[in-house]
T-cell receptor
Framework: DVKVTQSSRYLVKRTGEKVFLECVQD?????MFWYRQDPGLGLRLIYF???????EKGDIPEGYSVSREKKERFSLILESASTNQTSMYLC???????????????FGSGTQLSVL | KQEVTQIPAALSVPEGENLVLNCSFT??????LQWFRQDPGKGLTSLLL?????REQTSGRLNASLDKSSGRSTLYIAASQPGDSATYLC??????????FGKGTRLHILP
């Protein structure tokens, strides 16, 4: 079974702190994604990566950065956490098939981040 | 830009009934459509993926159909069980964009 592991289920941070959210997948997938999910807004793509050291902005990259130093690991960084970044963060991965950006998405269990 | 809509936002159904969840999208130029399940406070689990050339996919009690020309997909759940209670999301992969999710239908199966 494909496993996408997010390092924390719940996280509480203070405004202004630097926050690292870690995601690891064990299926040698090329593509990895970070989403946030908020009630009424659905899933929104923050950043994604096609390959090691590669990153692309999604729909809402402001206030976030990412790092992909190894193929299996994709980190989301909140440079200076703010209260409006309180949300459920979901990591996903997929592998390249005939279409760009891959096909079936596999998600981690999510990290519920609260910024106080 | 592609939009994905799921109506209703919430649905309650007595146990044992068959039910249909709906998903509509505005642009038929898609590679595929996926249905996901999400339990409260958890991540998404892929249920079925339909390629653009396919009309339906089946897995156990689940059957998903795709009608690209009308911009619609349905997820049919047979003989519903309380364990089916969850939020169901559909997502389309446009030919010229990243995957786009609907906001989901929250399903509650009444025992």
């Amino acid at each position: 079974d494909v496993k996408v592991t997010q390092s924390s289920r719940y996280l509480v941070k203070r405004t202004g702190e630097k926050v690292f959210l870690e995601c690891v997948q064990d299926m040698d997938h090329e593509n990895m994604f970070w989403y946030r999910q908020d009630p009424g807004l659905g899933l929104r793509l923050i950043y994604f990566s096609y390959d090691v050291k590669m990153k692309e902005k999604g729909d809402i990259p402001e206030g976030y950065s990412v790092s992909r130093e190894k193929k299996e690991r994709f980190s989301l960084i909140l440079e200076s956490a703010s209260t409006n970044q309180t949300s459920m963060y979901l990591c996903a991965s997929s592998t390249i098939t005939g279409a760009p950006l891959g096909e079936k998405l596999f998600f981690g269990s999510g990290t519920q981040l609260s910024v106080l | 830009k592609q939009e994905v809509t799921q109506i209703p936002a919430a649905l309650s159904v007595p146990e044992g009934e068959n039910l249909v969840l709906n998903c509509s999208f505005t642009d038929s130029a898609i590679y595929n459509l996926q249905w996901f399940r999400q339990d409260p406070g958890k991540g998404l689990t892929s249920l079925l993926l339909i390629q653009s050339s396919q009309r339906e996919q089946t897995s156990g009690r689940l059957n998903a159909s795709l009608d690209k020309s009308s911009g619609r997909s349905t997820l049919y759940i047979a003989a519903s069980q309380p364990g089916d209670s969850a939020t169901y999301l559909c997502a389309v992969r446009p030919r010229d964009d990243k995957i786009i999710f609907g906001k989901g239908t929250r399903l509650h199966i009444l025992p």
